[in-house]
């Protein structure tokens, strides 16, 4: 009887044991899509598209893998691994596409359908659950079906792990932190998570209840919440297996008081500079009646960063010789949002190593793009960029305007009480930039040889307006002075005349 124990129990650590090394993450080359062991590689991929790695758009961690179609048809890459017929398996897979032709990730060696789409430009979540068919499942990656040339995937946090294991191994808990609200949301972030296999997902608690469950993110905004409110805030995290952990630290979060519903002024955005994939951008000018605490950036109508408490921005990740729309809203601490700024359309430069833009016509050499000296990029708008002095014997600058129009009749020439209320007010001169305004933006010298001339004009009018006042004033000062003589006068032949009664 003791000999049959023992059988049981060997028996049982082999089964056991087995399924237990099965659990492992399957997806175990090191590549820019892997887990827990990232790497600059696309180990393990392949196929007709071109694969690539990427450290400018990654989902987490440093890299991702690009797929791109290198001409019009049909391109795939793919990733195969062992299986055991009729075992289940759950792949999980970040990845963004915004091709529009239809790219998606197709299966075999799978019972299920054959393809599941690939449908927004954002970083999702895609998760199938398949069942082998035999020793072999394959993923296959398709930028287009078919694709046009340059139609581009990105993947990133690659997971395949045996369903039917006995991966029971809860991750560790994971360390949560605020670190913004407003009257209605509440900023999370968490970190420190571990797990065997790999930490595939998050939940949220509001208060004990299930608030958002999330892929593989490390921050989350609770939206929807009352003003001068206090919430309690945990946060649990998950493997493939769906073995929860204990909850976080609790953080306790009061919601800010409600009144300000003023939004801030819209501010003034510009760009500074820009490359192949990357446009640098600035702004200015936005107010509020509390104050301006951070800002929500868009391209192409599409937020890509919030809460921004800079005033300079670098948009990276960009396709070479594309045009991109850029706008910025204002926030207050109550998270009212301004209008949008003004739109800021920016292409980036031609890839390098295209055919040369330089032409020749007699001694003269021309250039289509823009030259940057002493820099490596120049600011939308602008054909040159020198980072350094400029020395040279004469420079002509264009003018469309010129501010004659301050001597024509209708000019509305304001007065002195109203520029020394300005200037006490701003510390400037009405229509003279700021000194804050020209070392964040430049001046162009064009221009500001048309607003001082403008400034001359408007003190010559003024000299003359005081020149007229200082000939009435002399005018009148002779007038007084012949009617005193005259006063004189009469008083000296009535004193002669009172004397001679006498």
């Not at 440093?62 to 391109?75: D, L, M, Q, R, V």
């Not at 795939?76 to 790219?103: H, L, M, R, V």
């Not at 469309?400 to 301050?406: A, H, L, S």
Request: glycine share 6%; charged share 15%; aromatic share 8%.
């Amino acid at each position: 009887m003791k000999h049959l124990h023992l059988f049981y129990a060997v028996t049982l650590f082999v089964i056991f044991g087995i399924t237990d090394l099965s659990s492992q993450e399957l997806h175990t080359h090191s590549n820019a899509a892997s887990i827990n062991n990232e790497a600059d590689s696309t180990a393990g991929w392949g196929g007709s598209a071109t694969e690539s790695t990427t450290s400018t758009d990654a989902f987490a961690g440093t890299y991702s893998i690009k797929f791109e179609a290198p001409s019009n048809g049909w391109y795939y890459s793919g990733y195969s691994f062992n299986s055991t017929q009729d075992e289940q398996y759950t792949i999980q897979i970040y990845a963004k596409s915004d091709s529009p032709e239809d790219p998606g990730i197709y299966w075999s060696g799978v019972v299920e359908n054959q393809s599941t789409p690939i449908t927004s430009n954002n970083w999702t979540l895609y998760t199938k659950t398949v069942t082998a068919t035999g020793g072999t499942i394959n993923i296959n990656i398709y930028p287009g079906t078919p694709a046009t040339s340059g139609n581009t995937v990105y993947i990133d946090n690659v997971s395949i792990v045996p369903l039917g294991s006995m991966d029971t191994q809860a991750p560790t808990a994971p360390t949560l932190s605020s670190t913004a609200h407003s009257q209605t949301t509440v900023d999370l972030s968490w970190s420190g998570a571990t797990d065997d296999t790999a930490v595939t997902q998050y939940k949220v608690y509001k208060d004990g209840v299930e608030e958002a469950a999330l892929g593989n993110v490390s921050s989350y905004q609770v939206t929807g919440l009352t003003a001068d409110t206090s919430y309690n805030f945990t946060v649990t995290a998950l493997d493939a297996a769906d073995n929860e952990s204990v909850a976080s630290n609790s953080v306790s979060v009061t919601t800010d008081l409600a009144g300000d519903t003023q939004s801030p002024t819209a501010p003034t955005l510009s760009s500074t500079g820009h490359t192949e994939t990357t446009v640098d951008l600035s702004w200015s000018g936005a107010t509020d009646n509390v104050g301006v605490t951070g800002y929500n950036l868009y391209q192409d109508g599409t937020a890509i960063a919030n809460n921004i408490t800079a005033t300079t921005y670098q948009v990276t990740g960009l396709t070479a010789s594309t045009s991109y729309d850029f706008k910025i809203r204002a926030l207050d601490a109550a998270s009212n949002e301004s209008v949008d700024s003004n739109i800021v359309t920016v292409t980036t430069n031609t890839a390098s190593g295209g055919s040369s833009v330089w032409s020749e016509s007699g001694s003269t050499a021309s250039y289509t793009g823009e030259v940057a000296i002493g820099t490596s990029s120049v600011p939308s708008g602008y054909k040159l960029a020198v980072d350094g002095h400029i020395r040279t014997r004469e420079i002509r600058v264009d003018q469309d305007t010129w501010p004659d129009y301050v001597f024509k009749e209708d000019y509305d020439l304001p007065s002195l009480e109203e520029i020394q209320e300005h200037i006490e007010k701003n510390g400037h001169l009405p229509n003279i930039p700021s000194a804050k305004e020209v070392e964040a933006n430049g001046m162009d010298v064009g221009e500001m040889n048309k607003l001082l001339l403008e400034k001359i004009e408007e003190h010559t009018l003024y000299i003359l307006e005081q020149q007229k006042e200082i000939v009435e004033l002399k005018t009148q000062n002779a007038e007084f002075k012949k009617l005193l003589n005259t006063l004189l006068n009469q008083q000296d032949k009535v004193s002669k005349l009172t004397k001679e009664q006498n």
